[in-house]
Each structure stands twice: as structure tokens, then as C-alpha cells.
């Protein structure tokens, strides 16, 4: 493989002599600005080996280089071993970023080339502006990846079907409706494949974990149009469509179909979520500003929290079903492996009703790999499990009423000192987000800190974000909200389901995570104001023998017990006897 990423290479470098480009940068997205990719779309990994789910990898005449964050450093390093490719660690502090490395290693008068489908207008705006500042050009049209990747994967072609009203809780019309009320323009062009999914109310298998058809959609109040490829609507799901104002158009025909709009049409996007090129056919059409379809998606409806709220309990008889068979494993000396336990676990989820699919792949990291933050075993890295050691697996599923995303750490045998007090650093944090009390208008931004108190008056801390937002029955990542160190200025809105998830990772040695996920509730109304809180959704026990209650307040061991009453009510009318019982001893009350 190494070989043939540097043949790639090569003959990239040749494209780009033949057409007088300096450095190509290629991210990890599509042109719908995704996280999650389809095949047809894993550009970056094809040139360079690596397969995380974020970084951009830049190539010059002489030196390939790969951006990533703190979640991949450890695997981008093995991956990119032996490739020449130089691994560079974004977010450090000696880590410049990709343009500043650009136009600190380029020649007055080069020639910086992307391809304008797979950038937003925002980040090109951004890119050119700096690279003119420093004397050099950008092209936006440089995509010579198909005459290169001569086996590149088709698009996507599974079929698009309707996401049941009982289930969405509101009518594609009715959504239509609400979006163009708010958008103060004469028309929306939607781009992010989620978005467009809970739009219509529509779903389709085009990207692995994520149930959304590879599409475009153009709305108005003269009628809206659904741009994908006409093999995949079946005539029901057309009829469907029809009902609700909604046309079809060839995905492949985008760019003629922008052509044909009306000259004086005033249509709004959201320029982050919006490629260069799209915004080019657009021209003088084009109005910025934030399409309202976020958040309108991310304040989750009562049908949608209710079966969310029913999708977790039978996610949680999943879990205990796993955390079971792992335990009976380690006690009879029977193989697991690492692989083995993300097939246990989609196995034992995929026998519960109204699964889909797995939400993301799960992560199982036993010792020194639960340190590897986005580890994915291979066959060269699957670990066999021994009865020894923290095990962290973060998993979940795509269920018809709701999205599931659960990350638990558990010992397989005598816990060490170093193992329960870090566990219970990573506890007291998460304990303390999920309590908190908070004035509403208050951002992600301004609570990330609750989380990692405890473990910053130990100098110690994690480098990802603490919470992200999660989708009904569509993408695990979410926004427009999020718990993290960075600002984002959405605040925590009744309504949005986001994970609880602080970690530590000692590299070498073991990985921490403990996830929940919470929906933002109100909590009180004073003078002061409005008050909002958070209602933890996630059914699974936390391992009472990592708990080191020397480290615990009070109150944090009384939430530890009331949240595993909580498990224990909820899940044990759906459990046999033998699991009840297991499920009741790992619930037991803590006590000093």
C-alpha cells in the first residue's frame, strides 16, 4: 500500500506540472461539505493511506503533507509511515496552518489549485484572500482525480424512502413552510445532505452510519425541486414528493439547473455549507446568510424526543446484552478480539426493532488503544481482549425513532489506582455537565470548562471537543451547537440532543471516555430569567469498580446511584430474569 500511495503521488505531481499548479490541497469532504463521505468521495484517503474522518492533505513538487487534529495523531502516524507524507499535528502551537505553510514555501506567482466542488465559498473567499495577500493565485477549477483514480467508485445509487410522519412528527410541507417564512428570500438552495434529509423527510443508505441520499434541493414558493439521480425515487417516493410541493431534477444536471433560474431570484445559502462552485452558478443570484433549516433541525420536535427516548432504552438492552457476553467471555477464557466486539455489538443491536443501521463504527480500544482517540481495529491491529485491563468502546445506532451514541469505559479485571482515579476525574466531570443549571442563551463554549475542571487542577486534559449535536434517525455529528473549547456562538436550545463525553488519554497505557447523551430542558423561570438544563437519555450502567470514591463528593455519588435507578427502572421490564439480575448487581447502590 505504501507503494502505491507514492505511485499516486507521482503521478499527481504530474497533473499538476502538465497544468502549472504549485500545490494541491485536498480535504476531506464532498461537495456537500460533509464529514461522512461516500466512497465515491474519499479523495484524500486514496492519495494518502489515511483513512480518519478529518484532515486535508496537501501536495507540492517536492513534499506531501497531512493536517489532522488531536483525534488522529496517533493514527495518522502509523498510517503515514513510510508514504513520505509528513504528519502535521493541526491545533499545536508549532503547527502552522495549511495557508500559512503555503505561502511561507511557494514562490511569488504560483499557483495553489482545488477543486471549487469540494470547498465551501466561505473557505475559498478565506484561502484566496490570504494566498493574494502573499502574492500567489488560486484556481478553483484543478480536479484531475478521475482521469487519475481510473477505479474510482460510482456514486452512490441506493434508493431514497420515506421517513415516516409517525416518526418525524411533522410533514415535509409543513417544514417547506417554516424554512421559507424565515429565510427573507425568494428561495433556499440546500447543499448539506442531512439538512435536505430532514427536509422532506426522506432517507436513503448513499453514505455508511449516516441515512441520506446524495441530493440537492432547491426551494420556493413557486415550488421546490429535489435534485438526485432519478433511479433512486421509486414512483411512490415521487408521488410522496409531488404531494409536498417537490419536483425532480438529475443530480448530475446541477449546474444547468442553477442556469435555468430566474435572473432577479433573490435565493439564499449558507456560504459555509455551500461549494465554490455552486455559488459561481449562481452568480448575482446568490444571497449569504444562515439557512434556518439547523436549527429548525436541531430542536428536536416531542415526537422525535419521545422515540429517541424509546430508541435508547432498547439501545440500552443492546448494551447489557454486550457488557454481558464480554464479562462471560473474560471469565471462561473464550477468544474476543476487538473486531469481534463491534460485531457483537451490531448483531445484538440489529435484533432490537426499528434498526437501521450502526450510527458510526463503533471504536473498541482495549489498553493502550482506548488511547487512540478515533481508533478503528484492522486485522493487523485487532487486540485479543484478556481478563486485564480498560477496554472503552463507543458505539451506537441508526434506529427509525432516534439516533444512539454511547461511549463506555469498563475494566476486564483488577483495576489498577491509576486506572479508577483517572476514570473517576473523567466521571466527576461529566457529572458536573450533566447537572448544571444554566441561563438560557448560554453556548456549548461557555460550559466545555465544567467538564474539565477536574482534570486541569491535575494538569491533565483532552483535546477534543466535550460535545457534539446528534440527529433523529440522520447523522451521529451534528450541529449548529456544541460543547468545546473554540467558541461557536449557537447557544443550547430546548429541544437539542448533544453528547456528554470528557476523556483522558494516556498514550501507551489506556484511553477514558464516558458518554451520555442530554436534551436541553428548561429548569426554571425567575426574575432572572429563563433557566434551561440538561435530561440525560442514555441507558447503560457506568463500571462501579472504576469509581474511587475517595475523589467523590456527596452529591456526585448520589448521581451516580439516581442515574443507575433511572437504568435500572427504564430497561429492566425489557430484560429476562438472568439479565435483570446481572443488571440490578451493577447498579447497586455506591457507598463510602
Not at 72 to 89: E, P, S
Not at 302 to 313: L, V
Not at 430 to 455: K, W
Not at 471 to 497: A, C, D, K, W
Request: charged fraction near 20%; proline fraction near 5%; include cysteine.
Amino acid at each position: 500500500m505504501k507503494e502505491e500511495i507514492t505511485e499516486r503521488l507521482n503521478a499527481l505531481r504530474d497533473a499538476m506540472r502538465q497544468a502549472d499548479v504549485a500545490a494541491i490541497i485536498i480535504p476531506q469532504t464532498d461537495p456537500h461539505q460533509s464529514e461522512y463521505l461516500a466512497d465515491h468521495w474519499q479523495v484524500r484517503r486514496h492519495f494518502s493511506g489515511f483513512t480518519g474522518s478529518a484532515g486535508s492533505l496537501v501536495v507540492t513538487a517536492d513534499k506531501a503533507l497531512l493536517w489532522t487534529d488531536s483525534r488522529y495523531f496517533i493514527q495518522a502516524a502509523a498510517q503515514l509511515d513510510g508514504t513520505g507524507i509528513k504528519l502535521m499535528k493541526d491545533g499545536l502551537p508549532d503547527t502552522p496552518d495549511i495557508i500559512s505553510y503555503l505561502t511561507g514555501a511557494l514562490p511569488s506567482g504560483a499557483t495553489v489549485g482545488i477543486d471549487g466542488w469540494l470547498f465551501s465559498t466561505d473557505a475559498v473567499a478565506t484561502i484566496d484572500a490570504a494566498l493574494t495577500d502573499k502574492g500567489l493565485r488560486l484556481r478553483t477549477d484543478f480536479d484531475p482525480v478521475d482521469a487519475l483514480w481510473t477505479d474510482r467508485p460510482a456514486l452512490p445509487q441506493t434508493s431514497i424512502f420515506i421517513h415516516d410522519i409517525k416518526y418525524a412528527g411533522r410533514s415535509a410541507a409543513d417544514k417547506i413552510a417554516d424554512i421559507l417564512a424565515k429565510a427573507n428570500a425568494d428561495a433556499v438552495f440546500v447543499s448539506a445532505l442531512d439538512e435536505i434529509a430532514w427536509t422532506l423527510n426522506i432517507r436513503s443508505r448513499d453514505v455508511q452510519c449516516n441515512p441520506v441520499a446524495t441530493a440537492y434541493l432547491y426551494i420556493s414558493r413557486d415550488g421546490s425541486t429535489l435534485l438526485t439521480d432519478p433511479a433512486k425515487v421509486a414512483p411512490e417516493t415521487a408521488d410522496y414528493l409531488k404531494a409536498n410541493g417537490v419536483g425532480l431534477a438529475p443530480y448530475s444536471a446541477v449546474g444547468d439547473f442553477i442556469a435555468s433560474l430566474p435572473a432577479g431570484a433573490k435565493v439564499l445559502v449558507e456560504p459555509a455549507k455551500t461549494s465554490q462552485a455552486v455559488a459561481t452558478a449562481l452568480g448575482e443570484r446568490m444571497t449569504k446568510g444562515t439557512s434556518p433549516i439547523a436549527m429548525f433541525k436541531a430542536c428536536k420536535n416531542d415526537t422525535q424526543i419521545s422515540g429517541t427516548r424509546s430508541a435508547m432504552e432498547r439501545d440500552g438492552v443492546a448494551m447489557v446484552k454486550a457488557l454481558m457476553e464480554i464479562e462471560r467471555m473474560m471469565q471462561t477464557g473464550e477468544k474476543l478480539t476487538e473486531m469481534g466486539i463491534a460485531a457483537l455489538l451490531t448483531r445484538l443491536r440489529s435484533e432490537g426493532e426499528l434498526y437501521f443501521d450502526d450510527s458510526f463504527d463503533t471504536i473498541a480500544g482495549f489498553r493502550d488503544h482506548g488511547a487512540i482517540v478515533h481508533y478503528s481495529a484492522t486485522p493487523d491491529t485487532d487486540a485479543t481482549l484478556s481478563p486485564d485491563g480498560l477496554l472503552l468502546i463507543d458505539s451506537g445506532a441508526q434506529y427509525l425513532d432516534g439516533t444512539t451514541d454511547i461511549t463506555r469505559t469498563i475494566s476486564l479485571g483488577n483495576p489498577t489506582d491509576l486506572q479508577r482515579h483517572d476514570f473517576t476525574l473523567v466521571m466527576k466531570g461529566h457529572i458536573a455537565l450533566a447537572s448544571m443549571v444554566f441561563p438560557a442563551g448560554t453556548t456549548g463554549h461557555q460550559l466545555d470548562a465544567i467538564a474539565r475542571q477536574f482534570l486541569w487542577k491535575e494538569g491533565l486534559s483532552y483535546l477534543h471537543g466535550t460535545g457534539h449535536g446528534v440527529g433523529h434517525f440522520l447523522n451521529v455529528h451534528e450541529g449548529p451547537q456544541s460543547v468545546r473549547l473554540n467558541y461557536v456562538p449557537t447557544p443550547l436550545t430546548p429541544g437539542m440532543i448533544t453528547s456528554n463525553e470528557p476523556g483522558l488519554y494516556r498514550e501507551g497505557i489506556h484511553g477514558i471516555r464516558c458518554e451520555n447523551l442530554v436534551l436541553t430542558i428548561p429548569a426554571m423561570t425567575t426574575e432572572f430569567g429563563e433557566f434551561l438544563r440538561f435530561e440525560t437519555l442514555t441507558l447503560c450502567p457506568f463500571d462501579l469498580s472504576l469509581f474511587d470514591l475517595s475523589l467523590m463528593s456527596d452529591s456526585e455519588i448520589e448521581w451516580v446511584n439516581a442515574y443507575h435507578a433511572t437504568v435500572r427502572n427504564r430497561l429492566t421490564p425489557m430484560l429476562t430474569p438472568r439479565q435483570a439480575q446481572w443488571l440490578a448487581d451493577k447498579t447497586a447502590p455506591l457507598k463510602r
